[in-house]
């Protein structure tokens, strides 16, 4: 289950897996989405960056969180798999990314474990970038461990790229070793623009409908892509700490512009940062999943700036593009539940890989299975989503 940086829902997605010697193969059953209450909504956007906050008001979210997350997957749990689940893998909600220049110092994700614990009556993995922070790691993205399984093992100069808030990447360098980082804001600046025009009535422009109206402000779009972030050599992990509605206005400097000029200008501004990547690692495919697929101006813009690159969707690779982050986090519940490291130390930067995460008890004692002593070479996709 996750929650990304949009905030607009939480995301359930059912697997099982299994071993087949140093392969893994997992089979989808299914995505479970539940929308955030308004109220809930807004207490995440009241404690965000830049707002300042309180303890008391951290200490209230993460309960109401807790308890959100807790209803989502039991409900989860019913439909899609009979209640027949062994494990609840969370990844919670993002509330602060600390980021210094080049190193990642802390994050924090609310939604306490104990919550979803008690409403499943399952063992609960959460906290799952704080292991590899520790170890000198960005803690993101963490999609390198089950893009590198799927999509980088075969030969092909494929990367693979999600559009959520934040747009990350990940990609094998010249050297053969798998890299991933935050290029950038996806969603996250264009959903501010589609919020502040609105009054907060959209919370995203949906189908690029403004961006489609709208044309790009050349000068802006150059002082955007003058941000210093984008200069900074992977690994790197940002979030909407840096790219949020206030940082638009300081650069805006009051200058006026209509909104559906700003909203192809940062639409604008995620094409050419993912369009530079594909040059960059010189690319014949890029495999796109997220919410921002759901944008075509975005992705036609994408396509013709990316051109020679092929852009495909997860689903060409038996995942589909809605739901491969949180498939992605049940297969790092896997990997910790048999003492396997989810992280790569060549894509966060750590000194070392980490088994990721806490365990939460459920109502019994928990057991976990013996350690596997090999890491894993490849992920197969068995059937598709409710098979």
């Known amino acids: 289950m996750l929650s990304g940086t949009s905030y607009d829902a939480v995301d359930a997605a059912a697997a099982e897996f ?7 193969a997992l089979r989808p059953r299914g995505l479970h ?17 830049p707002a300042p906050t309180t303890l008391e008001r951290v200490c209230r979210l993460d309960t109401g ?28 909600q993002t ?42 790691g960005q803690g993101a993205p ?3 461990i089950l893009d590198a399984l799927l999509l980088l093992g075969d030969g092909t100069r494929r990367g693979a790229l999600n559009l959520g808030g934040i747009a990350n990447i990940t990609v094998r360098d010249g050297h053969g070793e798998v890299i991933a980082y935050d290029l950038g804001p996806a969603n996250a600046l264009i959903d501010a623009v589609a919020a502040e025009a609105s009054g907060g009535a959209e919370r995203m422009d949906t189908g690029g409908a403004r ?50 000029d700003l909203a192809a200008t940062v639409t604008e501004l995620t094409a050419r940062l993912v369009a530079a990547a594909c040059s960059a690692h010189r690319l014949t495919e890029l495999v796109t999943s997220g919410g921002g697929v759901r944008n075509p101006v975005l992705m036609e813009r994408l396509r013709t700036l990316a ?18 982050e949180a498939y ?35 109502e019994r004692p928990l057991r976990l299975p013996p350690p596997r002593r090999d890491a894993p070479l490849r992920l197969r996709i068995e059937g598709s989503e409710g098979d």
Do not use: M
Not at 66 to 91: C, D, I, K, P, Y
Not at 307 to 324: F, M, N, V, W, Y
Not at 335 to 352: E, M, N, Q, V
């Open 142 to 144: 963490l999609a390198a």
């Open 211 to 260: 961006a489609a109206r709208g044309t790009v402000d050349a000068a802006l779009l150059a002082e955007l892509l003058d941000e210093p972030y984008y200069r900074l050599p992977p690994p790197k992990s940002t979030g909407k700490e840096l790219f949020h509605a206030g940082y638009l206005r300081q650069r805006l400097r009051g200058r006026p512009i209509a909104a559906d």
């Open 307 to 324: 051109a020679p690159t092929r852009i495909s969707r997860a689903e060409d690779h038996g995942l589909p593009s809605q739901a491969k």
């Open 18 to 24: 299994r071993f087949e010697g140093r392969e893994i």
């Open 95 to 136: 509330v602060y990314h600390w980021v210094e220049g080049p190193c990642a110092r802390g994050t924090l994700q609310l939604g306490g474990a104990a919550w979803i614990a008690e409403a499943t009556g399952l063992p609960v993995v959460s906290d799952l970038r704080t292991r590899d922070i520790a170890r000198g």
């Open 328 to 362: 992605l986090f049940a297969l790092l519940g896997f990997l910790s539940l048999h003492g396997l490291a989810g992280s790569l130390p060549s894509a966060t930067g750590a000194r070392g890989a980490a088994v990721l995460g806490s365990f939460t008890p459920g």
């Open 65 to 92: 969180l807790g308890r959100f997350f807790g209803q989502v997957a039991a409900r989860a749990n019913t439909t899609l798999t009979a209640s027949a689940a062994e494990l609840v893998v969370s990844h919670g």
């Open 33 to 49: 989405t539940e929308p955030y209450p308004h109220w809930l909504r807004e207490q995440i956007t009241a404690s965000l960056p």
